[in-house]
Structure formats: structure tokens, C-alpha cells
């Protein structure tokens, strides 16, 4: 259990890292000034970036957490998926494990994000940074004239979300005794569902409120 715990920790410090990273190297304030400067006067921008700096600290406590609901709630529910299709046993900690390690995955997103704005299209504004995923179905059709709520769906197709997928497998097949096959079906069956329903709240939220 240490060495998972370890392994979140460094996620969590890593991410915020990167996050600290893309707002300095692309200029993020900047890009928000220049965001509200048509919606706001100076003095509400002014105030709106010092209260932000004031409780920049709170990010870093919420992050971890967020990560680490998010990282149990995966766990949890491909630990229904193996009750219900593995004849071999494996604890919630051991997936938890392999949840953590997947994560990793995800650090990625800001590395190419970075490259991707430092490098290439060094014309933009927040909204290209806010949409931009790298190697997913969005970069594709673009987000401009995109329904709002249509946005996370296509963010959410992604080949980091299919390397996800096939690293749990691999680790829940070997997990199981099994194959990768077989725990790309427990993934499917455990986590695909959790995650369609994730994203359809999303879009429902989005769909209401925009």
C-alpha cells in the first residue's frame, strides 16, 4: 500500500507541476486578462486575479483529493467487473494499483500541450488552451462552432483514453490469470459503462447551464 500511495503522490505533485508549467510558459494570465477585458472593467479584472492568486494554495489541496475519489471510484467499479468476470480474486488495493499507474497515462496531455502551443500554434487565445486535447476526436472537428455540451464528448475521445483502456486490460488479464482480451471485456463492462455515464452528466450540466 506504501508503494501506491507513493505512486499517487507523485501523480498529484507531477500534474501540478506541469499545471504551474503551462500557465507560466504559455502566458496564462495574460491570456485571462485579454479574456475578460471585453466582459469587465480594470478594477474587476484586477480584483478577479488577486482573488484567484489568494486561493491558488486551495488547488493543491483539492486536487489530491479529486484524484483520489476519482482513482477509487474506477477501482471500484472494475472491482464489481472482476466479481462478475474472474474466477480469480483481486482486492480492491491491487486495482487501485493498476488505476494509479494508468493514470500516468494522462500526464502526457500537458506535455503535448505545451509542445503543441510553445512550438506550433504560438497565435491563440484561452479558449484554444481550454479546448485543445491533444490526439482526440475535438482536434478533428474543431470546437468553433461546436454545440457547448458536444465539447467534452469528443475531448473525451481520445487515443490517451484507448491507452487507458488496453494498460488496465493488460494489468487486469495478468491480474486474473487470464489474457488481455479478458480484461478488456472486464474494463468494457466495468468502467465503460461508469465512464458513458460520467459523460453524459457532463453534457447534461454543460447542456443547462450554457
Keep these: ?35 475578460l477585458a471585453e466582459k469587465l472593467t480594470l478594477g474587476q479584472i484586477k ?28 477501482a471500484s467499479t472494475l472491482y464489481l467487473g472482476t466479481f462478475f468476470f474472474s474466477k480469480i480474486q483481486v482486492t480492491f488495493k491491487q486495482l487501485w494499483g493498476f488505476v494509479i499507474t494508468v493514470e500516468f497515462v494522462f500526464l502526457l496531455v500537458p506535455v503535448f500541450k505545451i509542445i503543441w502551443f510553445y512550438y506550433f500554434q504560438t497565435h491563440y487565445n484561452l479558449e484554444d488552451i481550454q479546448y485543445f486535447f491533444p490526439l482526440s476526436a475535438l482536434n478533428i472537428v474543431g470546437y468553433k462552432g461546436l454545440e457547448p455540451w458536444f465539447i467534452y464528448p469528443f475531448q473525451t475521445l481520445n487515443l490517451f483514453e484507448l491507452a487507458y483502456w488496453l494498460i488496465l486490460a493488460y494489468y487486469i ?18 468502467y465503460g459503462p461508469a465512464l458513458l455515464l460520467w459523460v453524459v452528466t457532463i453534457m447534461f450540466f454543460t447542456l443547462n447551464y450554457s
Design 1 to 35: 500500500m506504501k508503494n501506491i500511495f507513493t505512486k499517487y503522490l507523485l501523480f498529484c505533485i507531477i500534474f501540478i507541476l506541469l499545471g504551474e508549467a503551462t500557465k507560466t510558459l504559455l502566458n496564462f494570465d495574460a491570456l485571462v486578462y485579454n479574456s
Design 47 to 74: 480584483n478577479y486575479i488577486e482573488f484567484q492568486n489568494k486561493w491558488q494554495w486551495l488547488t493543491y489541496v483539492l486536487f489530491p483529493l479529486l484524484i483520489l475519489i476519482k482513482t477509487s471510484l474506477i
Design 173 to 190: 488479464g495478468k491480474a486474473t490469470q487470464t489474457n488481455m482480451d479478458n480484461g478488456l471485456k472486464i474494463v468494457a463492462c466495468s
